[in-house]
């Protein structure tokens, strides 16, 4: 009787089973493959009556007659003798091998130099005088980063650093969410180095978006360039040790303190205060963390609470509230410091909190306005330019196709990136 119950069960499983895959297909033959303009499936939209459910699909990296329009990356990695430098072309993976660190790397008409370093700048001790421009929340937008430098000075019409003894400070989140962040890296990488130089100095903060490429974490990486990047080695390990953007990542700071100013993108939560480390050993920390200290206790290096992801100066959270004066004044007296600039939290004006102490310049969406320290004081500058979300202009729609295998990979390669991410 038991093998009898079983066997019909398994039969229903069966028929269920038939009926589901049926179901699904016959949905998908009516559904819609959303492409970029170079041709990787970014969605697949599947109606639902009088709407349609958007699918998202960009993580199952599937592509069909892939033509990127500009070079995505270069991957550069060191190994014992040389550099090996990868990079995606139009619809193929290029690589070079060079054994000096001055090189050139071309796709098609376009041709950029690289000239590496075999160890980090060295910065000069802050003056206390010369001007702090603040930007945060680049998100790969070399552009808008461009034009935003050239008209506070800080580079001139051929992008070079022309700040002289000036500091830069970017508050993290330079990748995901636009297409070109490669470009970007290596322009911050290239302009660190221009401005060491100049006895200026770059300073690159980590944000949670840093940390997020560190972990695999892909939820915001744009279609084109995951799977462009994904075409030259794994998305984490693109931004390994053993390659050159990510030794140098890893390198960075989450707190840096300017003067009378501290940097963070995030903010200090009460949590991050009571441990009662100072901004050095925070960030000593944190790379320790980054290069895998199974003894560092991360709870506070990453997460809610972290100085990368609090979002208290801004608005509360599920967890905890916003922050208070009290707060700010024990942050401000703790690293004796008179400002507390941030990123992070979006903002539809570039304000001051909590008395003038806390400046959050994730605003650029919003108005085209910039922070500098002058002397150590805060200006807001009117800049004429803003950032936009990086969009795609040019998408192709196509009927889904039952019978296309890669429509299929697109659809059900959203259920295996938990394993093939293992």
Request: contains cysteine; hydrophobic residues 40%.
């Amino acid at each position: 009787m038991v093998a009898v119950v079983v066997k019909r069960g398994l039969v229903l499983l069966f028929v269920l089973s038939i009926l589901g895959v049926v179901g699904i297909a016959g949905l998908l033959n009516s559904s819609t493959i959303i492409k970029t303009s170079g041709q990787v499936v970014q969605g697949i939209k599947i109606p639902t009556g009088e709407t349609a459910i958007r699918w998202r699909a960009d993580l199952s990296r599937v592509a069909e007659d892939p033509k990127i329009e500009k070079m995505q990356g270069p991957v550069i990695i060191r190994t014992t003798n040389d550099y090996v430098s990868r990079w995606f072309c139009e619809d193929r993976v290029e690589e070079q091998r060079s054994t000096s660190t001055e090189f050139t790397l071309r796709c098609g008409a376009d041709k950029r130099n690289f000239s590496l370093r075999q160890r980090e700048v060295e910065f000069q001790p802050y003056d206390g005088v010369s001007p702090i421009a603040v930007v945060s929340d680049l998100e790969g937008d070399l552009d808008f980063f461009q034009e935003w430098a050239r008209s506070l000075g800080v580079i001139d019409a051929q992008g070079n650093w022309s700040y002289g003894t000036g500091q830069l400070v970017i508050v993290g989140d330079v990748l995901d969410r636009g297409r070109y962040v490669y470009d970007l890296l290596w322009f911050i990488y290239h302009l660190e180095k221009q401005a060491a130089d100049s006895g200026g100095a770059v300073h690159y903060l980590l944000g949670n978006h840093e940390q997020y490429a560190f972990s695999y974490e892909i939820k915001s990486v744009e279609a084109e360039h995951l799977w462009a990047i994904e075409q030259l080695r794994a998305y984490n390990q693109a931004l390994a040790e053993d390659t050159v953007l990510g030794a140098w990542l890893r390198s960075k700071k989450v707190m840096l303190r300017l003067g009378s100013v501290l940097f963070t993108h995030g903010g200090i939560s009460a949590q991050v205060l009571e441990q009662d480390l100072s901004i050095n050993d925070f960030n000593n920390s944190h790379r320790a963390y980054l290069s895998g200290d199974n003894n560092i206790d991360d709870s506070l290096l990453v997460g809610g609470f972290s100085p990368t992801q609090y979002r208290g100066y801004a608005y509360g959270m599920d967890g905890y509230p916003e922050a208070n004066q009290k707060l700010v004044d024990d942050t401000l007296d703790y690293y004796d410091v008179n400002y507390i600039v941030v990123g992070h939290s979006t903002q539809e004006e570039l304000a001051s909190k909590f008395q003038g102490r806390v400046y959050l310049v994730d605003s650029t969406l919003y108005v085209p306005k910039a922070l500098v320290f002058e002397s150590g004081e805060p200006v807001v500058h009117d800049i004429g330019v803003m950032r936009k979300d990086f969009e795609d202009a040019h998408t192709v729609e196509e009927p889904f196709d039952i019978l296309n295998s890669k429509h299929w990979m697109a659809f059900l390669g959203v259920f295996l990136v938990p394993f093939l991410t293992l």
